[in-house]
């Protein structure tokens, strides 16, 4: 069959191809920009002190063959073929793994979850696969060890702090490196002071660029990537068909077993200097959410599959990226090692002080071209890192584990384009600082090699229970997994940990940094959150309260925010003691994240009565995925009313529920999804139910606080309490809404350890204080705010 009638016949395999193809160019800018600078610094990392390059040419072609190996086994087979298929839902990075996992597992620290949430459709998307016996036990296991899920969540911010660390030194190393090419057309005592300041320029002006998102230049990535490919393969082979054509014999496993009989302790430790070869693999996978929004916004990429058999679908993101490294990076970075071995076989004693790099491989006459294209292509491959840091930063921040930063959406069209400003300003202070302060690239590789093998030890971790608990594969595999990759990773992990004190401390110190603040504010929300259940007022407190205590009831919609799932919070009985008054409508509102990246707008709500009818008190538990955007106020509003009304409506006479139990006995929850649609900038609010002609009108955006009113005609259809019910709301809501915020202030309490103290009373009162407010709280009207203190002892 010829292709073109092939064409015709598969109209959906043909474009889908396309769309492989278009995807796979694309990435090769935003995945891969941070792999494909590496060829600037291994080869003058690796020979910067441990081991010496001879006349018998033993060390280079050593070196050659642990660069092949290594970009085989991690780059290629584990993260391209293995582990980028672990996405979840599209999202990469290390707390991507671990929100997979809690969904598959109980192991989460979230303390509002519920079972409702594992109705959600991404939840209930993941459990198609039953485990079998020995998954099953490993599942029940890590669920009823408290310790194993702190070990667990201890890894997963580990491996955060450490792509933070990442996000300082890849920048830093990446734009010296290029920079350094500098070094072989100025004197030996000047490049000095040219070298430092103008990678300095390069680092503001790139971290000044992340506030205006990379959609606007965007398009500029993939060319230029594809140019410096280009360039370093046109260069390797060149240098190998002109220096040395046998270099392609170096490849062999042998070299390796030669090249460590001859250097011994020294080569084991200039193994820190070869791991740089496979640095931006883990950069890839963090950003693999912003690639993932990326293909759904320009090409409608979401659910379809390359491949004809159930079971040997391939996600087209999956296939568009395996495409691209296995046919595009890998071969161009193998040619580009290949041609500087070449080269170097040849020339053993190298005029200047530049010893082994990049440029003195390169012909003179193309060295200030292919600098300058260096230089744009390590921008490129820093902005994969940063903003993968960006991505997983706002991950962890959704879901309590890091304090609330400012998070700014650079793109109205691409959803998964963040800046965070809190992020890049501290990322771009110390990554100045660390540039300055070594001012060579021995140091901060050093410190780069440690970062990045950490985080990918974490990562063979992660992968080896995601294997067993969410592809349900034999035990068998995943131990074969973290064996093979972990011994891998294990030994270049010792070289650079043996390079403490020559700058490899440098990533523990930020991680050690970033982990204590982390877990500072997860343990100090936590114990909130505990303290909250234990003081939570029951319902027949509620039921107690009537006119003859003093209480009234005044117009108007009272929203109390509360991170209770179940129950009233404390600040409520705090506010009514000292205020004997609260609204006709009161609504207790939870918004909350869950471990997954995005939540269903038809699934956004859960909706429940709590009391009598009468009563008029509500709960509302809004529910948002990790990487989710929270509406504004506005359109919070008019979803939230919308979403009590049609639980009103739908409570009638025949009261059908379609979640499951709340956790209270006294409460059910329904699911209500969002009811609003966007047209030419102005937000409407469909009919709730045409049936029964119920309409919802909402004034122009001109006003400022645009009105939700109902019009309830004469029906037969509608009950008389239903229709009564929402008249009420309907005049509640044009009375106005109030917004109740409860202001704390945690202490440990007498007798707690004096870690506790240093923990609760000084590191987390201080990121309290010094954080953001929660997102929704800051949209609502301050004028309609209240707040109750109150001082939390946990």
Same mark, same amino acid.
């Given at each position: ?58 060390? $280079?072609?050593?070196? *050659?063959? /642990?660069?092949?190996?290594?970009? @085989? ?8 073929? #293995? +582990? ?117 320029? $390069?680092?503001?002006? *790139?971290? /000044?660029?992340?506030?205006?998102? @990379? ?8 060319? #230029? +990537? ?569």
């Amino acid at each position: 069959m010829d292709i073109e009638s092939w064409g015709r016949e598969n109209p959906i395999k043909k474009e889908s191809w396309r769309t492989v193809l278009a995807l796979a160019y694309q990435s090769l800018g935003v995945v891969y920009g941070d792999l494909s600078t590496s060829p600037l610094y291994v080869y003058k990392s690796t020979f910067a002190e441990d081991i010496h390059h001879s006349e018998s040419n033993e060390e $280079i072609f050593g070196v *050659l063959s /642990f660069v092949f190996w290594t970009l @085989t086994l991690i780059p290629l087979l584990k993260y391209v073929f #293995i +582990v980028l298929r672990a996405d979840d839902n599209g999202e990469g990075g290390t707390f991507a793994l671990y929100s997979l996992l809690c969904r598959h597992a109980r192991v989460s620290t979230l303390p509002n979850g519920q079972l409702a949430d594992e109705d959600l459709y991404e939840y209930k998307n993941d459990r198609k696969l039953s485990a079998d016996r020995i998954g099953m036990s490993l599942k029940s296991t890590l669920e009823k060890h408290r310790f194993l899920k702190k070990i667990l969540l201890i890894l997963a911010l580990i491996g955060t702090c450490m792509v933070i660390g990442d996000g300082v030194l890849t920048p830093a190393i990446s734009v010296f490196s290029a920079v350094s090419g500098l070094e072989l057309s100025m004197a030996k005592h000047h490049h000095q002071y040219v070298e430092v300041p103008v990678a300095c320029v $390069i680092l503001v002006f *790139l971290f /000044f660029l992340q506030h205006y998102g @990379t959609h606007r230049i965007g398009f500029l990535f993939a060319p #230029i +990537v594809i140019t410096w490919l280009f360039c370093i393969s046109a260069i390797g082979l060149y240098n190998i068909f002109h220096w040395n054509p046998h270099v392609y014999q170096a490849l062999s496993p042998y070299y390796m077993y030669k090249f460590l009989k001859k250097t011994q302790r020294g080569g084991w430790m200039s193994l820190g200097g070869i791991l740089l070869c496979i640095t931006g693999s883990e950069a890839m996978f963090a950003d693999l959410g912003h690639f993932s929004q990326l293909s759904i916004q320009r090409y409608g990429v979401k659910m379809l599959y390359v491949g004809n058999c159930k079971f040997n679908q391939v996600p087209i993101r999956a296939a568009s990226l395996q495409i691209a490294f296995t046919f595009v990076v890998y071969p161009s970075l193998i040619l580009a090692y290949m041609g500087q071995a070449a080269y170097l076989s040849k020339h053993h004693v190298i005029q200047g002080d530049y010893h082994i790099g990049f440029y003195v491989s390169v012909p003179e006459k193309l060295r200030y071209p292919v600098l300058a294209i260096a230089i744009l292509a390590a921008v490129v491959g820093s902005q994969a890192i940063i903003t993968g840091t960006f991505s997983i930063i706002k991950q962890c921040s959704a879901l309590g584990c890091f304090p609330r930063v400012k998070i700014v959406h650079t793109s109205s069209k691409i959803h998964g384009q963040i800046y965070i400003p809190e992020i890049n300003w501290t990322l771009m202070l110390l990554c100045l600082a660390v540039t300055i302060g070594f001012r060579d690239t021995k140091h901060i590789s050093n410190a780069s090699g440690l970062a990045v093998i950490t985080v990918m030890l974490v990562t063979t971790c992660f992968m080896s229970l995601v294997i067993v608990l969410c592809w349900h594969k034999n035990v068998l595999l995943a131990i074969c997994f973290i064996f093979f990759f972990g011994s891998i990773e294990a030994l270049y992990f010792s070289a650079s940990l043996i390079k403490f004190l020559e700058g490899a401390w440098v990533p523990i110190v930020l991680s050690l940094i970033f982990l204590v603040v982390m877990y500072s504010w997860h343990y100090g929300t936590l114990k909130k959150y505990e303290f909250d259940v234990e003081n939570k007022i029951p319902i027949n407190w509620l039921l107690t309260l009537s006119p003859n205590l003093g209480i009234t009831r005044v117009r108007g919609i009272g929203l109390i925010h509360t991170e209770l799932v179940s129950g009233i919070p404390a600040i409520f009985s705090h506010f009514v003691t000292n205020l004997p008054a609260f609204h006709q409508v009161l609504v207790f509102l939870c918004v909350k994240s869950v471990p997954v990246p995005h939540v269903r707008p038809e699934e956004r709500f859960l909706v429940g009565r709590i009391g009598p009818k009468e009563y008029r008190v509500y709960r509302c538990i809004a529910r948002y995925g990790y990487r989710d955007i929270h509406m504004d106020d506005v359109e919070f509003e008019k979803d939230l009313v919308c979403s009590i009304a049609e639980f009103i409506r739908s409570e009638g006479p025949a009261q059908s529920f379609e979640a499951a139990e709340g956790i209270d006995d006294n409460e059910k929850l329904t699911v209500i999804g969002t009811t609003s649609t966007h047209v030419d900038g102005v937000t409407m609010c469909e009919d709730i139910d045409t049936k029964d002609t119920e309409m919802i009108e909402i004034s122009s955006p001109e006003v400022p606080r645009k009105r939700v009113r109902f019009l309830v005609p004469e029906s037969p259809q509608m009950d008389l309490s239903v229709r009564a019910e929402l008249q009420e709301l309907m005049e509640a809501r044009e009375a106005g809404m109030a917004f109740i915020l409860g202001h704390c202030y945690v202490r440990a309490k007498r007798g707690s350890s004096l870690i506790k103290k240093l923990v609760v009373d000084i590191g987390y009162d201080f990121l309290r204080r010094n954080c953001r407010g929660p997102t929704y709280a800051l949209s609502f009207p301050r004028a309609s705010t209240l707040e109750v203190g109150m001082i939390y002892h946990v």
